[in-house]
C-alpha cells in the first residue's frame, strides 16, 4: 500500500474521537476513584477507627507527602502520553521520591539499630498490602494510560508505579500504624522503590505503539 | 487566547477530524504527510526510498492511533513533531537491532574453507570441456555424477534406481569429482 492509500483509508475509516482531557483532569478522575477503593480498603482494616497517634506529625506529615508524591506522579504519568507535553517524567518522578522520602527522613528519630529495621519481619505484611492491594489500581491506571501515546513506556510505567505504590503506602500506614518511620522508610520506599524499577523495565511490554495502532487502526478490508 | 485560533490551521483540520471530518482529515494528513517525509529524509539520508515511505507511513498510522491526544487548545506542530521524532527513534532502534542481527554474506568469496571445496570457477567456464570430461568418466562415476550432481536425486533415490548401495554412490562421486578436477586442470594448463 503507497502512502496516498493508506491516507485515504484513514479518512474513509475516520470515527469521531473524543479528546483526551487534560492530564491533571484525568490524574483528579483516577485518584478519586483510587482514594475511595484505598479508603474502603483502610476502613475495612481498621474497623473505622482513625489509627493510634494520627495528630503527631511524624504519623500525618509523611502521610500527606505520600499523598503529594501520588499527586505529582499521577499527573506525570498522564502528561508523559501527550505528545509535546512539555513535562519532565524523570524529573517528576525524583521529585514525587524526594518529597515523600524526605517527609519519612524528616520525621525519623534514627534510634533503631539498622540490624532491628531490617528484620522487621511484620512488615512484609505492609510488602503484601502495598503490591496486592496496589494490583487493581495498577490495572486501572494502565489502562487509562493506554489510550494515550506510548512515547516513553518505562518512564510512564515507573510513574504509574510510584503513583500507585505511594497511595498504596498511605492504606498501609493507615491501617498498620508504625511506631517507627525508619522502618516504613526501608521497607514501604524500599517495596516502591522496587516496583518502580520492575515497572520501568517492564513498561515497554505495557505500553506499545503497535498495541496503540492495532487498537485504533481497522484492519484492511 | 488560546493557541487554537485561525493561525494554527492544521490544528483546525485535526479538531474537525475528531469530530468525524473525513475530508479535513485528508487534507490534513496530505498537507504533513510532505513535511514527515522531509523530516524522515533529514534524519535518515542513508534510507532508502521504500524504507522512507515505511517511516512515513508509520507516523501517520501512530499519528491516526493517538489523535484523541491532540488538545485543540494547544498548538499542532509540537504535537506532531513529538510523534514523529518518538517514531523515528523506534524505527532506529529496530534498525539497529536489525543490523547486529544480520551477518553480511556478499563478503564472503568461499563456500566451505576447505580449498578442495573451492574450484576454479574459469576452469568450469568451458561447459563443452566440462561434458567431454563428465562422458569420459567410467560407467558408475558417470551415473553417480549425473543422477547426484546434475539431477540432484538423493542418495537414496539414487541407489535405488542404480540397485547400488548409497556408499558406494558417495565412493563412486568422490572419485568422479577428482577425475573431474585432474582432468579439467590438465586442459586448462
Known amino acids: ?221 | 487566547m488560546s493557541d487554537f485560533t485561525p493561525r494554527d490551521p492544521l490544528g483546525q483540520l485535526l479538531r474537525a477530524a475528531q469530530q468525524g471530518d473525513a475530508a479535513a482529515y485528508t487534507e490534513l494528513l496530505r498537507l504533513v504527510t510532505p513535511r514527515i517525509r522531509q523530516i524522515v529524509r533529514r534524519q535518515r539520508g542513508f534510507a532508502g526510498r521504500a524504507e522512507t515511505e515505511d517511516l512515513v507511513q508509520d507516523v501517520l498510522l501512530s499519528l491516526h492511533a493517538v489523535r484523541a491526544t491532540y488538545d485543540p487548545a494547544r498548538p499542532f506542530v509540537p504535537w506532531l513533531l513529538a510523534i514523529v521524532r518518538n517514531r523515528l527513534a523506534d524505527g532506529a532502534r529496530r534498525y539497529g537491532r536489525a543490523a547486529r542481527r544480520e551477518v553480511r554474506v556478499d563478503e564472503n568469496d568461499v563456500t566451505f574453507p576447505e580449498p578442495e571445496a573451492n574450484l576454479d570457477v574459469e576452469a568450469l567456464a568451458d561447459a563443452a570441456a566440462l561434458r567431454d570430461a563428465v562422458r569420459a568418466l567410467p560407467e558408475g562415476q558417470r551415473q553417480a555424477i549425473e543422477l547426484l550432481k546434475l539431477e540432484e536425486l538423493s542418495l537414496k533415490e539414487a541407489a535405488a534406481m542404480t540397485g547400488t548401495s548409497t556408499g558406494a554412490l558417495k565412493v563412486a562421486t568422490h572419485r568422479a569429482l577428482a577425475t573431474l578436477r585432474r582432468t579439467l586442470r590438465v586442459k586448462q594448463s
Not at chain 1, 499527586?71 to 501527550?82: D, E, I, N, Q, Y
Not at chain 1, 512515547?151 to 498504596?168: I, N, Q
Not at chain 1, 518511620?181 to 520506599?189: K, S
Open chain 1, 1 to 221: 500500500m503507497n502512502t496516498d492509500e493508506l491516507i485515504e483509508r484513514l479518512a474513509k475509516e475516520l470515527q469521531p474521537v473524543r479528546p483526551l482531557p487534560r492530564p491533571g483532569i484525568r490524574a483528579t478522575v483516577w485518584l478519586l476513584g483510587a482514594a475511595a477503593y484505598v479508603g474502603a480498603l483502610a476502613v475495612a482494616m481498621t474497623a473505622g477507627r482513625l489509627p493510634a497517634g494520627i495528630g503527631d506529625v511524624r504519623m500525618w506529615l509523611p502521610l500527606v507527602a505520600a499523598f503529594l508524591a501520588t499527586l505529582l506522579a499521577a499527573r506525570g504519568a498522564f502528561a508523559s502520553v501527550v505528545p509535546g507535553h512539555a513535562a519532565n517524567a524523570v524529573g517528576t518522578l525524583v521529585l514525587a521520591a524526594l518529597v515523600w522520602l524526605g517527609a519519612l527522613v524528616a520525621t525519623s528519630e534514627w534510634q533503631l539499630p539498622a540490624a532491628a529495621i531490617a528484620s522487621a519481619r511484620h512488615e512484609w505484611v505492609c510488602v503484601a498490602v502495598i503490591v496486592g492491594g496496589g494490583v487493581p489500581l495498577m490495572v486501572l491506571l494502565a489502562a487509562m494510560l493506554r489510550r494515550g501515546a506510548p512515547l516513553k513506556p518505562g518512564r510512564t510505567a515507573a510513574l504509574a508505579a510510584m503513583t500507585v505504590g505511594t497511595l498504596a503506602n498511605v492504606g498501609a500506614c493507615w491501617s498498620l500504624p508504625h511506631a517507627s518511620n525508619e522502618i516504613t522508610l526501608v521497607w514501604h520506599g524500599g517495596t516502591v522503590l522496587a516496583l518502580v524499577l520492575v515497572a520501568a523495565v517492564a513498561g515497554r511490554l505495557v505500553f506499545t505503539w503497535r498495541t496503540a495502532v492495532r487498537r485504533n487502526v481497522p484492519p484492511p478490508s
